[in-house]
């Protein structure tokens, strides 16, 4: 089997800070994908990447950007961090061929003061 | 739109049964998965279904009606350990490779 390991576990920025989130996979997968969780809303899509070299905008990128920077592994940015912010960003990755399984990885939780 | 709905809480009996609901709207159905999330923990992987009708996997089943945008994920034998927040997440052909998530429903197993 594969892990998902992301990078840090917990994070704390200061308001209007850039903050990067680090995520490794090693199942090979092609398409890697950054959640944002908060309470009570579920799992919303922030950027995928189909595969290397590739770069997609879910729901919720505004305020993000992400960078792919080769098969195993994906980065998101927080490009200015708000205050009082806090969430669980869920790395995740997939087959591209045989995609119906999505795996996380076990999560960044962010908190801006 | 498009929008997947779960209710936020559910509470059982050990031993007996829960039923978690889903419904979606979409423009293009293309599969429906369910996922466990522990608290403090990431989301695994249940099971897929994108044909309609009861697929049976033991301890959870899954069904689908597509004609009524509604699934449901139905634990037997409940046992304590199965308190966790369950997730639906549809794939259509807008969203292509990336499947859209529900809020979750929490379920409390209680003796």
């Known amino acids: 089997g594969g892990i998902i390991t992301q990078t840090p576990k917990f994070l704390i920025g200061q308001e209007g800070q850039k903050l990067t989130l680090k995520c490794q996979q090693n199942f090979n997968h092609d398409t890697m994908y950054w959640y944002r969780q908060d309470s009570g809303k579920g799992l919303r899509l922030i950027y995928y990447?189909?595969?290397?070299?590739?770069?997609q905008k879910g729901d919720l990128s505004e305020g993000y950007d992400a960078s792919r920077e080769k098969k195993s592994s994906f980065s998101l940015t927080v490009t200015s961090a708000q205050k009082n912010e806090m969430a669980v960003f869920l790395c995740?990755?997939?087959?591209?061929?045989?995609?119906?399984?999505?795996?996380f990885g076990k999560g960044t939780r962010l908190t801006v003061v | 739109g498009q929008g997947v709905e779960q209710p936020a809480k559910l509470m059982s009996v050990e031993g007996t049964f829960a039923r978690v609901n889903c419904t979606y709207s979409t423009s293009g159905f293309n599969g429906l998965s369910w996922y466990q999330q522990r608290e403090g923990q990431a989301p695994v992987f249940l099971s897929y279904?994108?044909?309609?009708g009861l697929k049976d996997s033991g301890h959870f089943s899954t069904f689908l009606s597509r004609s009524n945008g509604y699934s449901y994920l139905l634990l037997t034998e409940l046992q304590i350990k199965d308190s966790a927040s369950y997730l639906c997440?549809?794939?259509?052909?807008?969203?292509?490779?990336?499947?859209?998530f529900g809020t979750g429903t929490k379920l409390q197993v209680v003796p």
């Open positions: 990447s189909i595969t290397e070299n590739d770069l």
């Open positions: 995740a990755s997939s087959s591209l061929i045989a995609n119906t399984e999505v795996f």
């Open positions: 997440a549809v794939r259509d052909r807008n969203s292509g490779t990336y499947q859209r």
């Open positions: 279904v994108v044909l309609d």
